[in-house]
């Protein structure tokens, strides 16, 4: 392992200097030290990985790259890596242990038949938002009237939280994921609604819906190893956290990328079949933040750089995602470009299990928002958006538009 000296700081997303793709030092990088010791923000040291080859391999191998650290135990102090991995992480676990969580989540979230009982759920949601945005007065926050409000209700409906209790589930949903809620305040959120989605586990376990929860109880309850309340409980919340704060940034950051290239937007006003392919161009422009933390379970190599037993491993994802090598002009924004394998979702299997709601959504707005709202524009430049920092979900803290109509649903 280096000494602590020849560690540079982790680059993390500049979005003054690059708002749209990763840290500027990025390049460089992947160009002459491809493979570089790092320290990062907890204090731990990793190798960050950084081309795309490198990083589809550390993501794609398991057996030589585990995910026992934790997602982001390298950038959220609150998620340390070497912590105990307890009942239900089972986004820390590996092999048959990671496995047998992941058929559970299959057939409730990643089906095409699920997937498209979802469609008009997310349809319905996405006009009424829209026609109460007719009725408003810009200029206004998008992510505060539309993005978070679409995917919160979006898994509410999921989840089928009752209706009574969305709007409390909501509020304590944006408690959760708003970077600036302090301490005590978070803590309080927290179990305020692990405890809720406990109660909605306990509850489908025994009187069974259509719902995710119950799809996942009803399998849980064919499992070889029978599931916990709480290991399902553990679940709802890796779904929530996904499905409302994760899509939610990516449909508000996705949205600034498209405002702050009007001929982008008018693309897809014109032609809104464009939508799925622009859903995979945002994904790959801005998607995966600083990187993917990964645990070498043995003495290895990555691109030729030996890498030792223990050693924490960055998998920049959304630098394999800027890689030239792999797509020509990276940092250019092209709806029409040709779809290649990228990895905001990341690869392997920890793939990211709620991928295809995600892009169900995203594609969604897409297609609906340049043609409702046609003179959507920017109400701020873009260079006084603020951003989110100290997380591992990035984009804009909010996003200030304004409009001349909203045109209503067809």
Known sequence: MSSPNTARPLPVPDERACPFGPAPEIAALRR???VTRVTCPTGIEAWLVTR???VREVLGDPVRFSSRGGMAGHLLANQPPDAPVEEGDFHRMDGTEYLRFRRVMGPAISTVKRTELFRPIVQRILDGLLDELAGATPPLDLHERFSN????SVIAELLDVPAADRSRFAELAGTLFDGRTDTADLGAAQLALFGYLH???TERMREPGEDVISVMAAKAAESAQPFTE???TKIAAALLAAGFDSTARAITHGTLALLSHPEQFAALREDPSLAANATEELLRLLGAGSGMLRVATADTEIGGT????GDYVVAAAQAANHDPERFAEPERLALTRERGQHLAFGHGPH???????ARME???VLATLPRRIPSLRLAQPLEEIEFRTDTSVYGPVGLPVSWDEVRPAT
């Open 362 to 364: 995203l594609t969604a």
């Open 149 to 152: 409000p679409l995917t919160s």
């Open 306 to 309: 030996p890498v030792a037993a």
């Open 199 to 201: 109660g909605l586990v």
């Open 230 to 232: 709480l290991e399902l």
């Open 52 to 54: 795309y080859a490198d």
């Open 351 to 357: 793939q990211c299990p709620g991928q295809h709601i």
């Open 32 to 34: 002459h030290s491809p």
